[in-house]
């Protein structure tokens, strides 16, 4: 297999520094070099821009993010066992790439990133969506990131670029999709990760929008999806009957047939109801 640099072979490197994978952390790691280069470049020029890595593992897209030009690489990773691995790599380019030992959802990265900032991932699938909707959540837009370029499980990728109508439609859709474009660059299968995952995964790229697609309160509407899509085979009257006394009414004035089901409202919808229920 090519090498992106003069560093060893990643298996090498899981051998020297003995990092089986563990289950419990959510480790499959990308051993071909080529791919995870391929994977940095769907994360845009990284030439002027510090990226933020989560779970950066022995190294793998830290080095294709590296190779490709990254001005600077801050690297979270939780597992001890790791950080030789990766100081390796930190000795090897110079200053560019950052490590912190350290929990992703308890660390917050900001002190030590300068914008522009890109993320990229290859995410513990335990974690993932609970850092995507809170990267997509924050109150004030645009975010501290331009763009998320994170690996999924095939079926929650296709949740965030998921279109009204679908069995895939809901709250990751609407969340992604009201403040970013949201596409699939990249499908794997499990064999591309050791050792394999049971479900095929996929890269999802997001570029954060200027501003929001519909104006709306993030936690309002981060809230009434929720809501909407818990229930989702209930009318939204019966749905969403917690969220306002009043909720048919304020369907209605939002232009939402109170008998309508969450799959069939499409992003505007969701937003002008979010409006609606923030009036005193
Ligand atoms: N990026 C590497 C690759 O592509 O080969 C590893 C990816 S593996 C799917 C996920 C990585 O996230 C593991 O290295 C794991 O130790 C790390 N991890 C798991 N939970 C974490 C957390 N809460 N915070 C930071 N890293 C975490």
Known sequence: MSSIDTLPPLRQVINDYDLQARKSLGQNFLLDL????????????????????????????????????????????????????LNQIAAAYDGRLQIIEGDALEVDPLAHLTP?????????YNIGTELLVRWLTPQDWPPFWQSLTL???????????????????????ILAQWRADAKIVLNLPP???????????????L?????????????????????????????????????????EDRLTAAGIKPTDRAEQIPLEGFCALAREIAKP
């Open 116 to 124: 522009p900032i890109r993320v990229a991932a290859n995410l513990p």
């Open 207 to 247: 570029t954060a929008l200027p501003a929001p697609r519909f104006p709306a309160d993030a936690a309002i509407l981060s809230r009434i999806v929720a809501a909407a899509f818990n229930q989702r085979r209930k009318m939204l009257r019966a749905a969403l009957k917690g969220t306002a006394p009043d909720i």
């Open 191 to 205: 064999e591309a990760f050791t050792p394999p995952p049971k479900v095929s995964s996929a890269v999802v790229h």
């Open 151 to 173: 690996m999924f499980q095939r079926e929650v990728a296709e949740r965030i670029v998921a279109q009204p109508g679908s069995k895939a439609y809901g709250r990751l859709a």
């Open 34 to 85: 080529n791919l995870t280069a391929k994977i940095a470049r769907q994360a845009g020029d990284l030439r002027q821009c510090d990226v933020l890595e989560i779970g950066p593992g022995p190294g793998g897209l830290t080095r294709g993010l590296l190779a490709e030009g990254a001005r600077r690489v801050l690297a979270i990773e939780k597992d001890s066992r790791c950080i030789p691995a």
